[in-house]
């Protein structure tokens, strides 16, 4: 099977964490290459429900070896933590985890001051973060101070530990913030990190030899490409490369080696946080779509804003993934829809244009302009084969097609496994890219 990147193509949330469950069982090897734990990937399984934040889905899959990749931001206690969970339900982490020696770390100074941040931000400037870190940890990467998976592994870790607390805690206090207690933190992290050493490993070699040996490797994306931090909304963004040059990046596989490029797209729009969102409905529509589609952060539980589906930015997003196929999840949450619309272009200053404006100041001044079309009011959770949908869901997925230019190779209609819908011609087609 190809290298495969998968990448959500709006503001996260897409529904990834299903679709890569389901890619899983054709890879040999999962890596989740940027973010960190603000990230949440929901898998359901028969009756179990999985929420992951920092491991790659394939943790779910005995048998499948997985990589938290460099381009990953660790926090170690949170990942032992969510391994300690799996372990506890049965699956085993020893022998198929593997988290990159050049990682960086967070570390709860961090995080209080992503938390201050946020709290002392005019409300206009404030980002809406998950209150993890996520920022200040690449902050530090960038300014190359930051600690990394493989500093857990020198004599001196606890000593460098100590020096950037007290370097951090300056820093807070002059904020008014609360500070880290450094003598406890030296004590967890030295203990995490002397459990967390046998997983630490080379990762970029090992997933080339894995490469050159023919294993295919799927790349696991969070977040999605509104909020990655060059192509998104900036600023209201995350911190990492949450496209498909991402994948290689903070992966460590070379693009030649990429041999396709899958979109997640969900039915609609959602975007948990702040910052433009033209076909946001804040209104009774928006809040019918958030109750039937469950829209609740999960990570942090924040109800998410909800609106329709975007091509202006799902085309952007095509262009800039090189997506070759889409997987087009929560279909079945428009089931009950009387007039279902898809935003084609913006107006902005009486002119109308279909392409994503780099300045935010003129994103929020956009209105949308909208196609609409016919509800198809027909339950869709039970249909087992494409041809079996209702005709005007063929005819809405077949207009996104149309819009977007890339076909749609899996369809969504419920959270389980069951509930998807593969278009194998599309699924298998040869997109031009392997040689
Ligand atoms: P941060 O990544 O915590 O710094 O948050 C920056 C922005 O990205 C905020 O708007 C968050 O709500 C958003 N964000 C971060 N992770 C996710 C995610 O997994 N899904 C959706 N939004 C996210």
Same mark, same amino acid.
């Given at each position: 099977m190809a290298n495969t990147v998968l990448i959500g193509a709006q503001w996260g949330d897409e529904g990834k964490g299903k679709i890569i469950d389901l890619l899983t069982e054709d890879h040999d090897w999962i890596i989740r290459y940027q973010g960190g734990h603000n990230a949440g990937h929901t898998v359901e399984i028969g009756d179990q429900r999985y929420v992951l934040h920092l491991l790659p889905s394939g943790i779910l899959h005995e048998g499948k070896k997985c990589i938290i990749g460099h381009g990953v931001v660790i926090d170690i206690l949170s990942l032992l933590s969510e391994m300690d969970e799996v372990v506890g339900r049965g699956l085993t982490v020893e022998g198929r985890l593997f988290v990159s020696d050049r990682a960086h770390l967070i570390f709860p100074y961090h995080r209080l001051l992503d938390e201050n941040r946020e709290f002392t931000a005019a409300t206009k400037d404030k !980002? =809406?973060?998950?209150?993890? =870190?996520i920022g200040p940890a690449y902050a530090d990467k960038s300014s190359r101070t930051g600690l990394r998976a493989g500093d857990l592994l020198e004599a001196d870790f606890p000593d460098r530990l100590r020096r950037r607390i007290q370097d951090y805690n300056r820093q807070l206090e002059i904020l008014g913030a609360d500070i880290a207690d450094e003598d406890e933190l030296v004590r967890q992290y030295t203990e995490a990190a002397r459990r967390l050493k046998p997983y630490i490993a080379d990762t970029i070699s090992l997933l080339n030899k894995a490469a050159d040996s023919g294993e295919s490797i799927l790349f696991e994306g969070a977040q999605g490409t509104m909020l990655d !931090?060059?192509? =998104?909304t900036y600023p209201f963004v995350t911190s990492s490369s949450a496209t498909a040059g991402g994948a290689c990046t903070g992966g460590g596989l070379a693009p030649r080696r990429v041999d396709r490029v899958l979109g997640v797209i969900k039915a609609y729009a959602t975007r948990v946080g702040e910052g433009p969102f033209p076909t946001e409905l804040d209104n009774s529509e928006g809040a019918a779509l958030r109750n039937a589609g469950n829209e609740y952060g999960a990570t942090t539980g924040r109800p998410r804003r909800c609106g329709w589906f975007d091509n202006v930015v799902a085309r952007y997003s095509a262009m800039v993934n090189g997506v070759d196929a889409w997987a087009l999840t929560k279909l079945d949450v428009l089931d009950e829809v009387d007039i279902i619309k898809i935003c084609v272009g913006y107006k902005y200053e009486g002119k109308t244009f279909d392409v994503v404006p780099a300045r935010v100041r003129i994103l929020e001044k956009c209105t949308p302009v909208y196609e609409s079309f016919e509800g198809w009011k027909t339950p869709t959770s039970g249909v087992t084969s494409y041809g079996d949908l209702p005709e005007r869901a063929k005819a809405y997925i077949e207009r996104l097609e149309a819009l977007t230019g890339v076909p749609v190779a899996m369809i969504s209609v419920g959270p389980g496994r069951e509930h998807s819908l593969v278009r194998e011609e599309v699924a298998t087609a040869d997109h031009g890219r392997a040689s």
């Amino acid at each position: 099977m190809a290298n495969t990147v998968l990448i959500g193509a709006q503001w996260g949330d897409e529904g990834k964490g299903k679709i890569i469950d389901l890619l899983t069982e054709d890879h040999d090897w999962i890596i989740r290459y940027q973010g960190g734990h603000n990230a949440g990937h929901t898998v359901e399984i028969g009756d179990q429900r999985y929420v992951l934040h920092l491991l790659p889905s394939g943790i779910l899959h005995e048998g499948k070896k997985c990589i938290i990749g460099h381009g990953v931001v660790i926090d170690i206690l949170s990942l032992l933590s969510e391994m300690d969970e799996v372990v506890g339900r049965g699956l085993t982490v020893e022998g198929r985890l593997f988290v990159s020696d050049r990682a960086h770390l967070i570390f709860p100074y961090h995080r209080l001051l992503d938390e201050n941040r946020e709290f002392t931000a005019a409300t206009k400037d404030k !980002i =809406g973060t998950t209150k993890r =870190g996520i920022g200040p940890a690449y902050a530090d990467k960038s300014s190359r101070t930051g600690l990394r998976a493989g500093d857990l592994l020198e004599a001196d870790f606890p000593d460098r530990l100590r020096r950037r607390i007290q370097d951090y805690n300056r820093q807070l206090e002059i904020l008014g913030a609360d500070i880290a207690d450094e003598d406890e933190l030296v004590r967890q992290y030295t203990e995490a990190a002397r459990r967390l050493k046998p997983y630490i490993a080379d990762t970029i070699s090992l997933l080339n030899k894995a490469a050159d040996s023919g294993e295919s490797i799927l790349f696991e994306g969070a977040q999605g490409t509104m909020l990655d !931090i060059d192509y =998104g909304t900036y600023p209201f963004v995350t911190s990492s490369s949450a496209t498909a040059g991402g994948a290689c990046t903070g992966g460590g596989l070379a693009p030649r080696r990429v041999d396709r490029v899958l979109g997640v797209i969900k039915a609609y729009a959602t975007r948990v946080g702040e910052g433009p969102f033209p076909t946001e409905l804040d209104n009774s529509e928006g809040a019918a779509l958030r109750n039937a589609g469950n829209e609740y952060g999960a990570t942090t539980g924040r109800p998410r804003r909800c609106g329709w589906f975007d091509n202006v930015v799902a085309r952007y997003s095509a262009m800039v993934n090189g997506v070759d196929a889409w997987a087009l999840t929560k279909l079945d949450v428009l089931d009950e829809v009387d007039i279902i619309k898809i935003c084609v272009g913006y107006k902005y200053e009486g002119k109308t244009f279909d392409v994503v404006p780099a300045r935010v100041r003129i994103l929020e001044k956009c209105t949308p302009v909208y196609e609409s079309f016919e509800g198809w009011k027909t339950p869709t959770s039970g249909v087992t084969s494409y041809g079996d949908l209702p005709e005007r869901a063929k005819a809405y997925i077949e207009r996104l097609e149309a819009l977007t230019g890339v076909p749609v190779a899996m369809i969504s209609v419920g959270p389980g496994r069951e509930h998807s819908l593969v278009r194998e011609e599309v699924a298998t087609a040869d997109h031009g890219r392997a040689s």
